[in-house]
C-alpha cells in the first residue's frame, strides 16, 4: 500500500512533534532552578550499563559454538572493544572500532 504525499508530510510531523516533546519534557520537569531527584540522579548513573549490557547479551544470544565460526568473530571483536575503552576511555572510539574490527572480521576473513 502506497502512502500518498500528504500521508508522509503527516507522518514526519508526528514523529517531529513527538520526538521535540520527548526533549522539551524533561525542562519542565526539571527545571535548572529546581533540585534533580536523587531517583534520577541514580538511574543516570547507572542506566547506561544497565543498556550496554543488555546489548551485549543482545547482540550475543544467537553465537553457537558448535557451529560455523563458533563465536570467533564475537569473541575478537568485544576483546578488541574493552582493550580500546580501556585504553582510551572513550566510548564512541571502542564501539565504532569493535563494530568495523567485527565487520570486517565476519565479512572478509570468516565469510559468515
Not at 54 to 70: A, E, I, N
Not at 81 to 86: F, K, N, R, S, W
Request: proline share 4%.
Amino acid at each position: 500500500m502506497q502512502m500518498s504525499g500528504f500521508e508522509v508530510f503527516l507522518t514526519i510531523m508526528i514523529m517531529a512533534v513527538g520526538t521535540a516533546a520527548t526533549r522539551f519534557v524533561s525542562f519542565w520537569l526539571f527545571p535548572a532552578h529546581k533540585k534533580t531527584p536523587e531517583v534520577v540522579v541514580y538511574l543516570g548513573k547507572v542506566l547506561p550499563y544497565s543498556v550496554m549490557g543488555m546489548l551485549v547479551v543482545y547482540c550475543l544470544k544467537d553465537v553457537s559454538v558448535f557451529q560455523g565460526s563458533r563465536g570467533l568473530p564475537e569473541f575478537i571483536a568485544i576483546v578488541v572493544t574493552v582493550a580500546l575503552h580501556l585504553w582510551r576511555k572513550n566510548t564512541m572510539l571502542s564501539i565504532s572500532v569493535g563494530t568495523a574490527v567485527y565487520m570486517i572480521l565476519i565479512q572478509f576473513i570468516f565469510n559468515v
